[in-house]
């Protein structure tokens, strides 16, 4: 697993600067936010938070159709998917999406707080909310292996990912926003929506492999 988990990272970094490219969307969202509500700085300082977490959740859907994409092309996945049980393929799509996350997702989390300044926002609400996104953006990859899994032998599947993934990643966004407003409005909590974010992306590391196994074997058979 470890060499898997390696060997998917190499390939992040070849196929097409998967990470630079998220980083650079990353920017364009933020950047492009303030000539649509105007130079407020109160109101990009208070909106930020939010931003920050879509245009977060919107940079991991793109790389989410590279996911299988590589394995299926030179005729890995299929070995992958004949060459052991069930729990063991989800062992292996667990690896590969925490290799994806790391290659790709991470340095949209890193690049966060310097983005957070463009919106004006406070320290501690940059801190949260980069805290906020390095626990919840493991979920959204997990949600997107079972879409990567079941589009990975379409045409444009990439397209299909986002739109069985984005509803899906709907509680990930509520709770990591409102986490990363707690720690700056003093009537909300920050605790109680981080645990929760904290307890979707653990429940979605078990659930999100075992569904995308179970559709990368039936799409195999």
């Known amino acids: 697993m470890w060499f898997l988990f390696l060997r998917d990272i190499r390939l992040s970094i070849r196929a097409g600067g998967g990470a630079l490219i998220g980083v650079i969307f990353f920017l364009a969202v933020i950047v492009t936010i303030p000539f ?8 990009l300082s208070r909106i930020g938070p939010a931003i920050l977490w879509i245009a977060a959740l919107l940079a991991c859907l793109l790389g989410l159709d590279r996911l299988f994409q590589a394995d299926r092309e030179d005729g890995s996945l299929d070995l992958l998917v004949l060459n052991g ?7 292996t799509v667990l690896t590969k999406c925490l290799a994806h996350w790391t290659g790709s997702v991470l340095p949209l989390v890193v690049a966060a707080p310097l983005l957070g300044l463009f919106m004006n926002m406070e320290p501690l609400g940059i801190g949260a909310t980069a805290l906020t996104l390095l626990v919840g953006t493991p979920a959204i990859t997990f949600i997107g292996a079972a879409g990567a899994a079941v589009a990975v032998a379409l045409p444009r599947g990439g397209l299909l990912i986002s739109v069985l993934v984005l509803p899906l990643t709907i509680p990930v966004l509520i709770f990591g926003v409102s986490a990363s407003y707690g720690a700056v409005a003093d009537p909300a909590p920050f605790l109680q929506p981080f645990l929760i ?16 196994a179970l559709a990368l074997r039936h799409g195999t058979d």
Request: aromatic residues 4%; negative net charge.
């Open 36 to 43: 649509g509500v105007g130079p407020d700085l109160n109101l």
């Open 197 to 212: 974010l904290a307890a979707l992306t653990l429940f979605l590391a078990v659930l999100g492999p075992l569904a995308a």
């Open 85 to 91: 049980d069930r729990h063991m393929l989800a062992l």
